[in-house]
């Protein structure tokens, strides 16, 4: 299990890019390794043993809950969010002594919604963002900074306004390198996110 290693747990689409893209970036603003399913497209290796594999090697989880709106193809909920939560608890719970130290931060919307449809996570401490991004950031970097007792690591507010002037630079960014903004993978995300972060702060 790798100390700096946080699973993102959220819907990967396109109406969640942003998020995703918020999460990722408080993450690597905190001085964490984001880790998710998208990390490596491997038509060798099952999705399911991938995400496994990323859980057991994470210390902490990010799991957001909250878009569990029925699709409007299938007309059905997604519950792969539901699903991994489980499996992270899980192997916290039946892990062993090393597994046993991980931790989790679950996000929704509201505070009390998750009861409708999850009742059995009763009694843990939901956060909700109220569908905000600043809001979800603030949670989230609160969360980490609490766990890397870095006083380099900013406020939420502060990694929020990062954000925003990083959403603002990513068309330029993502033209030098001939890509456009929307087929960005994981792997593209990440690099520009900490290399944004090592210039914004270079020239401060």
Known sequence: ?????????????????????????????????????????????????????????SRYGIHDISKTEPDPGSGLPRFNMPFELGLFLGARKFGGRTQSRKKILVLDRELHRYQAFISDIAGQDIHA????????????????????????????????????????????????????PDELTFKDLTAIAAE???TENAAR
């Open 1 to 57: 299990m790798n100390e700096r290693d946080v699973f993102i747990n959220c819907p990967f689409s396109p109406d969640y890019q942003d998020y995703f893209r918020a999460i990722v970036f408080a993450v690597i603003r905190s001085g964490f390794v984001p880790r998710c399913a998208n990390e490596n497209d491997d038509g060798g290796e099952v999705r399911i043993d991938k995400i496994c594999r990323i859980i057991v090697e």
């Open 129 to 180: 963002h109220g569908g905000h991004i600043q809001q979800l950031i603030e949670k989230v970097a609160t969360w980490l900074r609490d766990e890397a007792q870095d006083p380099g690591v900013p406020g939420g507010r502060a990694i929020a306004a990062e954000y925003a002037r990083l959403s603002a630079d990513l068309p330029a960014i993502a033209r030098v390198k001939r890509l456009e």
């Open 196 to 198: 944004w972060i090592l």
